[in-house]
Structure formats: structure tokens, C-alpha cells
């Protein structure tokens, strides 16, 4: 049974540590926005079954990260990111994040984000982005190959 909402498409693995959350979607927003997307589940959690730390901060890093590079067209590293832990998400929630970037410069970008796990505000994120490299990926370039494993 798929209970992924309308809209998203399954992200190709970029890499191994992003592949680890596997399986992690993708919808594509009117104003060029992307909205990532998982359910929380066992790689995921922490002891407790509750969204781990480190599983916030790698999304949340992915997801503002190409957001900057898809609204900006330029790609780099995190500079810095900030994570404001709001509330918990248990494993079976479904987890949507958002990002907004607020400005731009021709070297850094500024981001904001949030997440919640069925509609509630879990996660507050703030971050900036080195902008070095010129990026031009399109959406296409970011899903998983139809009817494929995402490996």
C-alpha cells in the first residue's frame, strides 16, 4: 500500500548517508519551492521511536540546501544551520518539509524551513549556503527512476 500524499515522487539516492533515510519524496511547488516528504520509520528513530536528531538535521540540510541551489541556480556548501527542535515525530507519522530562501548575495544564500509530521510544527530550521557552483539540474534530474529500486 502507498500512502505517500498526491504529488510527491520518490528522490533518487544521491548518496550513501541521504540513501540511509531512504525512502525520501519530493514534490515540486507552483512558486518553484520543493517540498520534501518521508514517513517516519525504524531508520529513522531514536531508542524512544521518535525521529532522531541526526535524521533532522541530514533532511533538513538536503532539503534547504537544493532548494537554494533550485532558486538561486548556484550550489554549495552549508556555511551554517540551525535547528530548533519543536516537537516529536513518531515513527508511522508522515513528515512534510518546507523551505523558504529570504535572500540571496552573489556568495551566500539565506534559508528558512520548517517540518511537521501530520500537520503539526515539528522542526524549525535556519541556514546558510555558500553559493559557488553553478547548478542546473532540473526536478527530473532529482527522482528515482520509475519502476526501479531506489539503489
Known amino acids: ?13 544521491m548518496d550513501e548517508v541521504l540513501g540511509a533515510f531512504d525512502p525520501v519524496y519530493v514534490r515540486r511547488e507552483d512558486d518553484g519551492h520543493l517540498v520534501f516528504g518521508f514517513r517516519v520509520g525504524p531508520q ?4 524512544s521511536g521518535n525521529c532522531h536528531g541526526g ?6 540540510d538536503v532539503a534547504l540546501g537544493i532548494n537554494v541551489a533550485f532558486l538561486t541556480s548556484k550550489s554549495g556548501p552549508t556555511v ?3 535547528l530548533d527542535f519543536v516537537g516529536p515525530a513518531a515513527k508511522g ?4 518539509g518546507r523551505a523558504r530562501v529570504l535572500r540571496w548575495t552573489p556568495n551566500l544564500a539565506f534559508v528558512e524551513g520548517h517540518f511537521t509530521a501530520d500537520g503539526e510544527l515539528v522542526l524549525r530550521a ?3 549556503f555558500r553559493r559557488r557552483s553553478a547548478y ?3 526536478f527530473e534530474d532529482l527522482l528515482a527512476e520509475q519502476g526501479k529500486d531506489n539503489d
Do not use: Y
Not at 510527491?8 to 539516492?13: G, I, T, V
Not at 529513522?44 to 531508542?47: F, G, R
Open 126 to 128: 535556519n541556514a546558510i
Open 44 to 47: 529513522h528513530c531514536n531508542p
Open 55 to 60: 535524521t533532522w538535521a541530514t533532511v533538513a
Open 80 to 82: 551554517s544551520m540551525t
Open 136 to 138: 542546473d539540474r532540473s
Open 1 to 13: 500500500m502507498n500512502d505517500t500524499p498526491p504529488g510527491f515522487r520518490l528522490l533518487r539516492k
Open 93 to 96: 507519522q508522515w513528515v512534510e
